[in-house]
């Protein structure tokens, strides 16, 4: 069903975004409340499907619309050709969402190789590298914007996760340094932290529980403050703020997280599944 809009109430009219991992999740939300505010949005992603239905869908709605890409994130090649199809397209880039990640199933280190260590980073911190590389100077043109999205993990922590809590710490530390470097070219670069928002990725590792899925979803939603998981719209919502209203903010880091961090508590999960995915 089309959504009614006023031009003048639309946040990111005219304005273009690029999206990775906006076939579904976070970067769904983020497609969404982009489109519905006016912007052009090219967004990429391995599978085809789920990204050519969601193009289909946002450009039935406008005010805005959507152009879709399968990518693969992890080489480069692909990833300077996106960008430079988004270019040729529509002749601007005014933000970045990078977004695309996984999360493998828990292991402990001892069942961690090398090899499945380095495909984490490859999708999760190397992809926002270089989709940044290839963005930044048409980004410096128009004094645009980076979005990274991270994971309260890679500030507190998580059972049985090494690589992808490390990946999540990266992604801040690269933010802060990237934004020190863009602040001359008027770039801002910025990042957020969901907690538990309730996204494919997190129903697919409670449904690996079996048994315990349901468990382990009371878990992931008793851990907020707010007693409830987050929505991919309400991270898209905020990714707008940022994009078109923070305009004096670079280099922050925003938890998404419904006070997750906040309030002692128990601790003694040895033998306990983790509870924080996005």
């Known amino acids: 069903m089309a959504v009614a809009s006023c031009d003048k109430f639309l946040r990111y009219k005219d304005k273009v975004l690029i999206v990775t991992g906006g076939s579904k999740g ?3 939300g983020c497609v969404r409340v982009f489109v519905r505010n006016g912007a052009y949005v090219a ?3 391995r599978g085809a499907a789920d990204g050519e239905r969601l193009e289909k869908e946002m450009n039935e709605e406008a005010p805005g619309k959507a152009f879709f890409k399968s990518v ?3 080489d480069e090649a692909a990833i300077q050709g996106f960008v430079e199809d988004v270019i040729s397209r529509y002749g601007r880039i005014d933000c970045l969402i990078n977004n695309a990640g996984q999360h493998p199933n828990p292991h402990l280190i001892d069942d961690i190789t090398a090899e499945k260590f380095r495909q984490v980073l490859d999708v999760n911190l190397l992809s926002y590298f270089l989709m940044s590389k290839y963005c930044l100077p048409h980004l410096r043109k128009v004094k645009g ?3 990274n999205d991270s994971s309260l993990v890679g500030k507190i922590g998580q059972q049985a996760a090494i690589p992808y809590v490390a990946s999540k710490g990266a992604i801040d530390a690269m933010t802060r340094a990237m934004a020190i470097d863009e602040a001359v ?3 801002r670069v910025n990042v957020f932290s ?4 309730w996204t494919p990725m997190w129903d697919g590792l409670a449904t690996d529980e079996g048994e315990g899925r349901e468990d382990m979803i009371a ?4 851990a907020q403050l707010l007693g409830r998981m987050g929505t991919i719209e309400e991270a898209g919502l905020l990714c707008l703020w940022l994009a078109a209203d923070a305009t004096f903010c670079t280099g922050i880091d925003i938890n998404l997280s419904g006070g997750a961090e906040l309030d ?3 601790k003694n999960r040895l033998t306990t599944k983790a509870s924080a995915y996005h």
């Open 72 to 74: 693969d994130l992890t």
């Open 219 to 222: 878990g992931g939603t008793n």
């Open 264 to 266: 002692y508590g128990n």
């Open 145 to 147: 914007n980076i979005i």
């Open 194 to 197: 969901p907690g538990n928002v």
């Open 26 to 28: 976070i970067g769904e």
């Open 43 to 45: 967004f990429c992603a």
């Open 185 to 187: 070219h008027g770039v």
